[in-house]
């Protein structure tokens, strides 16, 4: 009797230690794939300013995507991020990709000539504001920040290198918006 009342014990001890190690498996596979998820793939970023300002307002907590870059090509109305000459992330609107011609007349975006732009779903009003025709180059996206209260100096300041681009925004947790 106390043989099997010792082997019954054992065998429960050892149905628990099995137990104890199966469930921190599964906390430790749930970490990684956390881990995976916020770090590799999604990362978190804080906007900073107001220059997506409808789309995306100063303090919003968003996600873009570092992967996405590698997948596909990034297009046309694509939200990205971005490292600036000084070191920042911003956040900017691809507005034509390499090859295209870019120019934008009082404030209204032509891209290779006759195509305008339809910004309504995204930007608020237009500033009056003149850049010069260029051509994307090769490696390169043009981008435009939605809120263009403060237009660029420039055609060169709205290209933005493709090794330049961080990820493509997926996901704004301030009010739950799924983005492409």
Same mark, same amino acid.
């Given at each position: 009797?106390?043989?099997?009342?010792?082997?019954?014990?054992?065998?429960?001890?050892?149905?628990?230690? %099995?137990?104890?190690?199966? &469930?921190?498996?599964?906390?430790?596979?749930?970490?990684?794939?956390?881990?995976?998820?916020?770090?590799? &793939?999604?990362?978190?970023?804080?906007?900073?300013?107001?220059?997506?300002?409808?789309?995306?307002?100063?303090? #919003?907590?968003?996600?873009? $995507? %570092?992967?996405?870059?590698?997948?596909?090509?990034?297009?046309?109305?694509?939200?990205?991020?971005?490292?600036?000459?000084?070191?920042?992330?911003?956040?900017?609107?691809?507005?034509?990709?390499?090859?295209?011609?870019?120019?934008?007349?009082?404030?209204?975006?032509?891209?290779?000539?006759?195509?305008?732009?339809?910004?309504?779903?995204?930007?608020?009003?237009?500033? #009056?504001? #003149?850049?010069?025709?260029?051509?994307?180059?090769?490696?390169?996206?043009?981008?435009?920040? #939605?809120?263009?209260?403060?237009?660029?100096? $420039?055609?060169?300041?709205?290209?933005?290198?493709?090794?330049?681009?961080?990820?493509?925004?997926?996901?704004?947790?301030?009010?739950?918006?799924?983005?492409?």
């Amino acid at each position: 009797m106390e043989q099997t009342i010792s082997r019954t014990e054992n065998m429960s001890k050892r149905h628990r230690k %099995s137990a104890v190690v199966q &469930w921190l498996v599964c906390v430790a596979l749930v970490l990684i794939i956390l881990v995976l998820i916020f770090f590799v &793939w999604l990362r978190p970023m804080s906007v900073a300013d107001e220059q997506m300002s409808p789309t995306l307002q100063k303090g #919003d907590i968003i996600f873009y $995507s %570092s992967l996405t870059k590698h997948l596909r090509l990034v297009e046309r109305s694509d939200m990205i991020a971005v490292r600036a000459w000084d070191g920042s992330t911003k956040i900017v609107r691809v507005i034509a990709t390499e090859g295209n011609k870019v120019e934008v007349r009082q404030g209204v975006v032509f891209v290779n000539g006759k195509y305008r732009l339809d910004e309504h779903e995204y930007i608020s009003w237009v500033a #009056d504001f #003149d850049l010069e025709l260029i051509e994307v180059p090769k490696n390169y996206v043009y981008a435009l920040p #939605d809120n263009r209260e403060l237009p660029p100096y $420039s055609a060169e300041d709205c290209l933005v290198q493709l090794d330049d681009i961080l990820g493509v925004v997926r996901f704004n947790i301030n009010d739950f918006t799924l983005y492409n």
